[in-house]
């Protein structure tokens, strides 16, 4: 028999690092040593505090190099980064490092951000919680998918995927392993969750599955 999948939802508790940058060498050296929830915290928070707002996530680095430090090249590039092809938070770490030694590497004068809008690190603790929504088939899959939490569906896609490490997100996993439903697993899979509003991915997603009770009712 397939296994239940059981919704999960996250708390997550922000706090301060104590490290801030005042200009671009700081910045680099704050993403080299702290902790990669930091930097999870700095890519996405702005998919749950803004969800209704814009379908585009913000990245911190990228705002504040180029709001604060105004170095609009290094800040689209920073901005540029397809965090969606990145399976871990080690690897897009990386990424940043490369990216802004590349561009300290030209010589620079190094600008300097005035006092008072420093560049202040956060990191992010997340504590996993059940809920009581569990789902047996596809049918049950989408009546509850409509029900959960936005935190319920940004833990199971963005979390569990990027910052958990995992293969792919928990819905296609399970809509795979269990049901042996590869193909809509695929699909959910194939998304870029990045370039949608929380409710607009779940949307998105009711209606694939949706198709395929359709298909397997004709």
Known sequence: MSQPFYFYTGLSLVELTGREARNLQDLLLGIESLPGSSIYYHTHRFLLQHHYMSSE?????????????QEDLLGERIASVDIMQFACIRDLRERFIEIIEDFLKEGKELRMAPQGEEFHFMKCRTYML???????????FAEVLQQVSRHSLY??????????????????CWLETS???KELADEIARLDPYTYTLEGLRKTIYSLIQKRIQQKAG
């Open 57 to 69: 996530p913000q990245n911190d680095f990228a705002f504040w190099i180029t709001d604060v430090l």
């Open 130 to 140: 059940p809920t009581h929504h569990e789902a047996h088939n596809l049918e049950q």
């Open 179 to 181: 049901l042996g439903e």
């Open 155 to 172: 833990f199971h896609i963005f979390e569990a995927k990027l910052r958990l490490e995992k293969e792919m997100n928990d819905f296609s």
